[in-house]
């Protein structure tokens, strides 16, 4: 089987018929329908049959053109990649995997703001922890970044050794829950879980199958069995409904200035254990310059969320009544 081949099926299969193909493709009709049939032979199927009409593609041939399709557009984009432009420099590549978390955004759009090579291809993509893991276990990402708890630990530690993945703690929080900021909750020191019934409770979505400790929220066991739960799967959607209803959800209670209109605020949680985030990569394996960069400006972000939110939770506290 050749790309050349390929083409003869996929450019019959678009002009309707071999005479056709042949004219646009500058080539015999007899050459078309030899080289065509040596394949058909080869794998032991039929592409199409032949009528006065033109051509009809069978069910084994419509199947294999989904095939053929997709392998000649993975052939041009490899000849645009490396082709005329084999003798430029490489692009330089990055890419980050985290859960729902905007000081990670913040920390990569710091990475764009700190300027790039002429040529760069770089990625963010924000996904359950679940992904994440598997995102640094299969190289899709440089880094990942999830969070620990006292309850969580043991069971993502075994899944990260089973991985050869290694988690790095960048910094302990509180954990919080998220609310509006004209929320019954707002403006208390802390809340304890007893405080939470009643309130409607907002969860990421995440694969069946996977385990509650590999939530995007913190855990607390109140909320295996909430009485009204809502499931969302993106970051704007869940705060959208937290600045617009009396939903709360639960995390590390990070906010970063930038990204926030105030509509939505945070509490600390009463009597947890500290949500720890941090980030992950191979074990052993040799982080890129620019890798090194990112975490840098990572730990920097954090830094900035952990003082912003504190600033923010004492001016509420300090205007709530009594």
């Given at each position: 089987m050749t790309f050349?081949?390929?083409?003869?099926?996929?450019?019959?299969?678009?002009?309707?018929?071999?005479?056709?193909?042949?004219?646009?493709?500058?080539?015999?009709?007899?050459?078309?329908?030899?080289?065509?049939?040596?394949?058909?032979?080869?794998?032991?199927?039929?592409?199409?049959?032949?009528?006065?009409?033109?051509?009809?593609?069978?069910?084994?041939?419509?199947?294999?053109?989904?095939?053929?399709?997709?392998?000649?557009?993975?052939?041009?984009r490899i000849e645009q990649l490396y082709g005329e432009g084999r003798n430029a420099a490489a692009p330089v590549r990055f890419s980050v995997s985290t859960q729902?978390?905007?000081f990670t955004e913040d920390a990569f759009l710091r990475l764009l703001r700190d300027g790039a090579d002429s040529r760069y291809r770089y990625a963010i993509k924000e996904t359950g922890m679940d992904a994440v893991i598997e995102d640094v276990y299969d190289r899709r990402s440089d880094i990942g970044v999830i969070f620990l708890t006292?309850?969580?630990?043991?069971?993502?530690?075994?899944?990260?050794?089973?991985?050869?993945?290694?988690?790095?703690?960048?910094?302990?929080v509180p954990p919080c829950i998220y609310v509006h900021k004209d929320h019954p909750l707002a403006g208390r020191?802390?809340?304890?879980?007893?405080?939470?019934?009643?309130?409607?409770?907002?969860?990421?979505?995440?694969?069946?199958?996977?385990?509650?400790?590999?939530?995007?929220?913190?855990?607390?066991?109140s909320m295996k069995r909430p009485d009204r739960c809502i499931t969302v799967?993106?970051?704007?959607?869940?705060?959208?409904?937290?600045?617009?209803?009396?939903?709360?959800?639960?995390?590390?209670?990070?906010?970063?200035?930038?990204?926030?209109?105030?509509?939505?605020?945070?509490?600390?949680?009463?009597?947890?254990?500290?949500?720890?985030?941090g980030w992950i990569v191979p074990r052993g394996g040799r982080l890129s310059p620019l890798a090194e960069h990112f975490i840098g400006l990572l730990e920097q972000s954090v830094?900035?969320?952990?003082?912003?939110?504190?600033?923010?939770?004492r001016s509420l506290t300090q205007k709530a009544p009594g």
């Open positions: 050349q081949q390929l083409t003869y099926v996929v450019e019959i299969f678009k002009c309707g018929s071999i005479n056709k193909a042949a004219h646009k493709l500058v080539l015999s009709q007899s050459g078309i329908s030899t080289a065509v049939r040596e394949l058909e032979e080869e794998l032991g199927i039929q592409f199409f049959v032949r009528s006065n009409r033109g051509v009809e593609f069978t069910p084994e041939g419509e199947e294999f053109l989904s095939y053929a399709i997709s392998l000649l557009e993975q052939k041009r729902r978390y905007p006292d309850l969580t630990e043991k069971m993502i530690r075994r899944l990260l050794d089973a991985r050869d993945l290694e988690f790095h703690e960048v910094a302990a020191d802390a809340v304890r879980e007893e405080d939470l019934e009643g309130f409607p409770y907002v969860s990421f979505e995440h694969a069946q199958g996977v385990a509650a400790d590999l939530s995007e929220e913190y855990q607390m066991m799967n993106d970051r704007a959607t869940m705060m959208n409904i937290l600045s617009r209803t009396d939903a709360f959800t639960t995390g590390s209670g990070l906010l970063v200035e930038s990204f926030i209109s105030q509509a939505v605020v945070t509490v600390p949680l009463a009597g947890q254990a500290s949500f720890r985030i830094a900035d969320s952990i003082r912003f939110t504190q600033e923010l939770h």
